[in-house]
């Protein structure tokens, strides 16, 4: 980090450290120490005699009206101008049918009869995938089952409609909210986004009422679901009690679907029908190896009323764009052509360093709102010396320890580099990363909904207790990095039951280890043309 990056650092944590101390003066303790002293004002006035008070009233009736008038109007003005609570209500992940599972091999398989690879294409796509992380049970479109593969907008729609309506069905079930309750839609795309829109697709389906207010979010990447719930959480902050309230979120890596204003369901997922690459250039044949169908759905809700029922409160939302800072932030993640015309996804070789810094600058905001005092001033101490000493002074940099402040981390699945890199930088134990590498494991990388695949599993495993935070860190092109901090409102009763959702029939057979490399065995049945051996989610790993 040279000395500006520095100066801009400890800049911004004074400045967020400003804030949280006006808030907190404010917000907690300004009221309490005007009631002490009105307290004690009274008790030193307490002295004078009744019948002065009595007097003193009567001839001051309307002045002592008045002010408790001006009290009362005050004290309103203050609960108003506070922000109001936005609650998760219940998520829905959504588990493509059996036939849709390949294990990797087959994938490797259909890669080949698919595309127009050379040997050294489908070589480097192998070694790839024996060390993505991934299991031998994601997920693919039927679109990329077909020979030859049937990569058209039909199918596109096709399966974007299967996940967002297959994850927004189960919510709706499980939290019975009626659709005419969903007042606000926040759908985000990033690669695929048709007319009319989806959000239209939405309430076209649903029924949604005449005044529902859409949003159609695209190009956001792998961060958009935490996007969608900072953009649901300032309409439901806003938005005062209605008869129409629920606010639903749908995320796909194309989708993000969020509804009204007192409740919001959120829906991830991700559609690689279009997106499959067909070509030999290196750096957008990584995506081939690591995204997977998937989709998830969560209802917000700004009811009070809600908190009863609610599974968590959103405490903050952190937002980080490092698209201004230099070009290559910008680039490294990037939709083109490559010299043939296929269209892909192109990934930089300075993708993990630029994440990195992404992260740093996202933590600095963040760190303030979360952490414990100790650790904010063994932050920023480190960064002044370093800004005033130089690299000559040996102060090493200090990553403050989040698990001082927080109990669960939801990373998204991008990858096993990512995940590697996050564990090394956050200092986070096996146990804090189980729930991003079983996901990444099961289910691929599914984009802005691995988030939300975390958290259930979190929950199928009975992690979340009352009162728990949970940290949601997401990254996206441009170049983006987001958090979100929720907090427990009642304990998640764990298990195969209704809260494990699309975790049902693999959660008590996970976690397993899944070594650094994991060599690739061709199914029996693959050069016949079969479909080969369909595997369960843990078939070629143990348990630990």
């Known amino acids: 980090m040279d000395s500006r990056e520095l100066l801009r650092t400890v800049t911004q944590a004074a400045r967020n450290h400003a804030r949280t101390l006006y808030h907190r003066l404010v917000g907690r303790h300004l009221p309490r ?3 002490v002293t009105l307290l004690l004002a009274a008790a030193r006035a307490g002295g004078a005699a009744t019948t002065t008070l009595d007097a003193l009233a009567r001839e001051n009736a309307r002045a002592l009206v008045a002010v408790a008038c001006c009290c009362a109007a005050a004290a ?5 101008s506070r922000p109001r609570p936005v609650y998760l209500v ?7 049918a059996a036939s849709h599972e390949a294990t990797r091999a087959e994938s490797i398989r259909r890669f080949g009869l698919a595309g127009d690879f050379t040997g050294e294409s489908m070589a480097f796509q192998r070694r790839m995938m024996e060390r993505s992380g991934l299991g031998e049970a994601t997920h693919f479109p039927a679109s990329l089952f077909a020979l030859p593969v049937d990569m058209c907008l039909r199918t596109a729609r096709e399966e974007s409609e299967a996940v967002v309506f297959g994850a927004v069905d189960e919510l709706l079930a499980k939290t019975g909210v009626p659709p005419a309750d969903v007042g606000v839609v926040i759908v985000n795309s990033s690669l695929f986004s048709p007319t009319p829109s989806f959000t239209s697709l939405v309430v076209n389906r649903y029924r949604l009422r005449h005044d529902v207010v859409t949003h159609n979010l695209s190009g956001m990447g792998c961060s958009a679901g935490i996007i969608a719930i900072d953009l649901a959480k300032h309409l439901l902050q806003v938005q005062i009690n209605t008869t129409h309230h629920a606010c ?10 969020t509804s009204s204003p007192m409740q919001n369901v959120q829906r991830s997922t991700e559609n690689i029908t279009l997106n499959a690459y067909m070509g030999n250039y290196r750096p957008m044949l990584v995506t081939n190896t690591l995204f997977r169908m998937g989709g998830a759905a969560v209802l917000l809700s700004n009811r009070r009323a809600e908190r009863r029922r609610a599974k968590y409160q959103l405490m903050h939302t952190v937002r980080t764009h490092r698209g201004g800072a230099s070009d290559r932030s910008y680039a490294c993640v990037t939709q083109e052509e490559d010299g043939a015309g296929n269209v892909g996804v192109s990934l930089s070789k300075e993708l993990m360093s630029i994440a990195s810094e992404a992260h740093r600058t996202n933590i600095t905001t963040l760190g303030p709102l979360v952490l414990p005092l100790s650790e904010q001033l063994r932050f920023l101490a480190t960064v002044v010396l370093r800004r005033v000493f130089g690299h000559a002074a040996g102060v090493k940099p200090y990553l403050p ?8 981390f939801c990373i998204h699945a991008g990858g096993r580099g990512v995940l590697d890199e996050l564990e090394r930088s956050l200092k986070l134990s096996a146990w804090h990363m189980e729930p991003s590498r079983m996901t990444l494991y099961r289910f691929g990388n599914t984009s802005s909904s691995s988030l939300w695949y975390e958290l259930s599993y979190c929950e199928a495993k009975g992690r ?4 728990d935070r949970v940290w949601q860190i997401a990254f996206g092109s441009g170049f983006k990095c987001n958090s979100a901090v929720w907090k427990a409102l009642r304990t998640v009763d764990g298990g195969a039951g209704r809260d494990a959702g699309a975790w049902a029939q693999d959660i008590d057979a996970l976690p397993v280890h899944v070594p650094k490399v ?5 199914d029996d049945d693959g050069a016949n043309g079969g479909d080969g051996d ?11």
């Open 33 to 35: 120490i005007l009631a």
């Open 76 to 80: 309103y003005a203050y609960a108003m």
């Open 90 to 96: 219940d998520l829905a992940g959504y588990k493509p």
């Open 248 to 257: 639903m979120q749908i995320s796909t890596q194309p989708t993000v679907v």
């Open 401 to 408: 320890d989040f698990t001082a402040a927080l109990d669960h």
């Open 464 to 467: 979340i207790r009352r009162g």
């Open 518 to 522: 994991v060599p690739i065995v061709d």
């Open 534 to 544: 369909r595997h369960d989610a843990a078939s070629h790993v143990r348990p630990e």
